[in-house]
């Protein structure tokens, strides 16, 4: 019995193949979407994330949010990690029962708007931390803003 052929470029280690020989394209299903939670759909009180804060080192983290200090690794999570001159800047979520959530939290988006980008369709950035200063990441590092 023949071998079954293989798919081009899986097996084949020559520089001649594509990386890639086809792709997916992952779409929505029409109606309104329900949130899941570990796999099921979510019951009306669960808790999800219904708002973010950016919380620079000093600040108050506002009442009924929770600040991200730490990565689950137990890391520092400061969003200006390895920038030696930049401030510690850190997120802080609040979580409601879904069927009291002001708003769904859905996705993040990280832009450089120094560079011309602007947030996706339907996302709203965050402009300001809880203490009124300026929510940019680059804030007081290297030069910059």
Known sequence: M???PSSPGLDDTSDSEPVINA???CGVAPGPLEP??????A?????VIDDVAVVLKGEECPPGYELLEHTPDGQ???????????????LAIRR???AEAARLLTGLALIFADRGEEPPPGFEPVRRT?????????AGGA???
């Not at 899941?36 to 759909?41: E, F, T, V």
């Open 2 to 4: 023949e071998p079954e």
């Open 23 to 25: 792709f997916v394209a």
């Open 36 to 41: 899941l939670l570990a796999g099921r759909r």
């Open 43 to 47: 019951a009306p009180a669960d808790l």
């Open 76 to 90: 520092r999570a400061s969003l200006n990690h390895g920038d030696v001159l930049g401030k510690q800047i850190f």
């Open 96 to 98: 409601a029962p879904l």
């Open 130 to 138: 809880v203490g009124g200063l300026g929510a940019s990441l680059n």
């Open 143 to 145: 030069g910059r803003e």
